[in-house]
């Protein structure tokens, strides 16, 4: 009877200590949250969130997190999104949700990645996409998130043969390193795979060719190989990409890899890509033409710079009007004519146009 009693007065006694410990930490932890310690301030959510040496409150909670979120801190950002996606401490609204988790994600917390797949999944706070939510989900599982695999094993059921669509889309989000942190050696992998399949097979193969034939050409994830761009870029175009045709023509003029500059095969290039009405060659072609000063070579300029600023490219204006100094108002009226014919007619006859401005 004694010793129970005595067993009972040192279980109180050790209550008691632990009880003090843990305000004493919790004070600390106020006094360092309130002088803007991110991470203090998303501790002393969880606090209030799991009502751990605090009352239970998520309305403290969640301003606490949102502090820390201000600040950067993705396990806030990712708490915060789960709040409002829940409705604690704050209006559920699960829009916002789905931006702070991007927020985290954007950091590489893998639980905020997978987070971000699951709204996509369901359609809450983001439209329903599978094919993002899978892309979302192989994110998730690169970083970490031990929820990831196997939710990938039950979507990947469901996508049939969109897969393709996902990796390239999660190959962009590490190209750009906006809403994932930026990783070009895991977008030039999944490039890689997309462009070594049947384009007649897989829609992405020729996006994902000039793809490569950029990251070669500019160095980006891997060491700068002219000649690896030009294969890339040439099979790219082979499929009829324009953008990889004008990508060749800038290699042509600049004498990329050690080649002399060619300026005849970039015009040639250049004209293709036009052809196919991309706007930066229209730009290309002008500067060319208006490089002589012979009358008809600014006539020419003046036909590329106007089918430019009828897309608003970026600077056309300037040379539109830089180039209609030197032709009469007659010979403007001609140029716009040819242009809106131009712009009515097919690729090949547009390629004929080409070859004589």
Not at 297 to 325: H, I, M, P, V
Request: charged share 25%; net charge neutral.
């Amino acid at each position: 009877m004694k010793i129970g009693t005595a067993l009972l007065l040192g279980i109180f006694v050790l209550s008691c200590a632990a009880q003090k410990a843990t305000q004493a930490s919790n004070q600390a932890l106020l006094r360092a949250a309130e002088s803007g310690d991110a991470k203090a301030e998303f501790q002393l959510g969880r606090a209030y969130e799991d009502g751990n040496g605090v009352p239970h409150d998520d309305d403290r909670a969640a301003e606490w997190f949102r502090k820390a979120a201000d600040q950067g801190n993705p396990d806030a950002q990712n708490s915060l999104g789960l709040m409002y996606a829940e409705g604690r401490g704050v209006e559920r609204n699960r829009d916002e949700a789905v931006l702070w988790y991007k927020k985290a994600a954007s950091h590489g917390l893998a639980e905020a990645m997978y987070h971000v797949a699951i709204s996509y999944y369901n359609g809450e706070g983001a439209e329903e996409n599978l094919g993002l939510a899978y892309t979302w989900l192989m994110a998730a599982q690169k970083a970490g998130d031990p929820q990831a695999e196997q939710a990938l094993k039950d979507i990947g059921g469901q996508l049939a043969n969109r897969a393709d669509r996902s990796k390239f889309d999660l190959a962009e989000l590490y190209e750009r390193g906006k809403e994932l942190p930026q990783d070009l050696p895991a977008a030039l992998a999944l490039y890689q795979e997309a462009a070594a399949k049947d384009p007649k097979a897989s829609p992405f193969a020729n996006p994902a060719q000039l793809k490569l034939c950029q990251f070669y050409g500019a160095g980006k994830g891997v060491a700068q190989d002219y000649a690896q761009a030009k294969t890339w870029c040439l099979k790219s175009a082979n499929g009829g990409n324009a953008y990889a045709n004008f990508l060749l023509g800038r290699m042509a003029e600049q004498g990329a890899g050690g080649r002399p500059p060619n300026l005849q095969e970039a015009l040639t290039l250049y004209q293709r890509a036009a052809a196919e009405m991309l706007p930066e060659a229209y730009m290309e072609l002008g500067r060319i033409r208006a490089a002589n000063p012979a009358h008809d070579y600014q006539r020419k300029a003046y036909f590329w710079f106007l089918l430019a600023q009828q897309k608003k490219f970026q600077g056309a204006d300037a040379k539109l009007n830089e180039a209609s100094t030197y032709l009469s108002n007659a010979e403007t009226d001609e140029e716009l004519k040819s242009t809106i014919l131009w712009n009515k007619t097919y690729s090949a006859f547009r390629l004929n146009m080409a070859n004589r401005h």
